[in-house]
């Protein structure tokens, strides 16, 4: 049985997310305690037990420590099996999040997964559903990974009502080393930066950002006015954009808006008394901060990718800055396969890297 400390490191949901899902990939027994020890309510949430008690069904799992609170977490699982699952979250609690909990472990199923979830798509601290589907999803298929997501509702906070329909198919995981764009030995950073420096090119040459602006039960000026801002702020700095504007009618009153190219992301959530042109210039602050660096992936897939390289091996990337998030999932992932992941700064870089 390997043991781990869910205080280490970052010491969020993220350590018994990977924990439960690489046990599921080597048939290890694991136990989890300090589960999220310091933050201002310790313990399992609602979507954390939601998450382990799929991974269990999935798994045929032997668990304890399923209840809200819990700070000790026991989980052996026998084999993952395939088949069609329901989840309701019940909350506006993260359905991206959950995913984690599974997604390292569903290549290795029997027979191909089917899943329907229902909760919150577009939420605070989580990836977003968009960043999921358009980015994470992405960069997993250059692994090899074989899976997909649908987008039926948004679901916003405190509400939810938001479904997921999701496929994911047994595949063998490959090595792949992300790399910025290349063409004629210089990278499409590179190329922008020179070309804008001798006045810009047309518009249609540029590096391309794509988009979804959203808001349910609000006015539709609302989605509009985010895009309309992200679409300002990346043509000052360089970057030409389609953003989509969706205006919908919900169960859950909320806005969004998730920015995307190549392997970086951006996105930002709507709150009460932010005017709409704030929450589309994060997002796109977000994703140029990622572009300008030339790193190879956002610091937010870095963290996401350390289990997926873990298992497919010989894969790489660059990224600006190593986060705590992104440490500990390494921390996590060594303790369940026999790998060790290399970190060398190079160019004011971050690589990552493992054989």
Not at 94 to 105: D, G, H, K, R
Not at 125 to 131: A, G, Q, R, V
Not at 320 to 335: G, P, Y
Request: aromatic fraction near 6%.
């Amino acid at each position: 049985m390997i043991e781990i400390d869910g205080s280490y490191g970052e010491g969020g949901g993220q350590v018994v997310r990977t924990a439960i899902a690489l046990s599921a990939v080597t048939g290890k027994d694991v136990k989890v305690t300090n589960i999220r020890k310091n933050r201002p309510k310790p313990g399992l949430k609602q979507q954390h037990l939601k998450a382990l008690e799929t991974a269990a069904r999935i798994c045929e799992a032997r668990v304890s420590g399923l209840f809200p609170g819990s700070s000790e977490l026991f989980f052996a699982p026998v084999e993952i099996k395939g088949g069609k699952y329901e989840i309701d979250i019940g909350t506006a609690g993260s359905i991206t999040l959950l995913l984690q909990s599974l997604m390292p472990a569903l290549p290795f199923a029997e027979e191909k997964v089917e899943l329907t979830i229902r909760g919150g798509t577009d939420v605070a601290w989580s990836p977003t559903i968009d960043y999921l589907q358009h980015i994470t999803l992405r960069a997993l298929e250059q692994l090899g990974y074989a899976g997909s997501v649908t987008l039926k509702k948004r679901g916003y906070y405190p509400r939810g009502g938001g479904e997921v329909s999701a496929v994911f198919k047994p595949c063998k995981l490959r090595g792949f080393h992300f790399r910025k764009e290349e063409e004629n030995g210089r990278t499409v950073e590179d190329r922008r930066v020179e070309e804008t420096r001798k006045g810009g090119r047309n518009p249609t040459q540029r590096t391309e950002v794509l988009g979804i602006s959203h808001a349910s039960n609000l006015p539709a000026h609302v989605p509009a006015r985010q895009a309309e801002a992200a679409e300002s702020m990346l043509l000052e700095t360089g970057y030409g954009s389609r953003i989509n504007i969706q205006s919908l009618e919900l169960l859950s009153t909320g806005s969004g808006i998730t920015l995307w190219t190549g392997y970086c992301g951006g996105s930002a959530l709507g709150e009460r008394g932010l005017p709409a042109e704030k929450v589309g210039r994060r997002a796109a602050e977000e994703i140029v901060s990622e572009l300008r660096s030339n790193a190879s992936v956002d610091v937010h897939l870095a963290d996401q990718l350390i289990p997926y390289m873990a298992l497919a091996g010989n894969s790489s990337y660059t990224v600006r800055e190593l986060t705590l998030h992104a440490a500990t999932n390494i921390w996590v992932t060594e303790q369940f396969l026999d790998v060790k992941f290399r970190i060398e700064e190079k160019e004011g870089l971050f690589e990552v890297s493992v054989d």
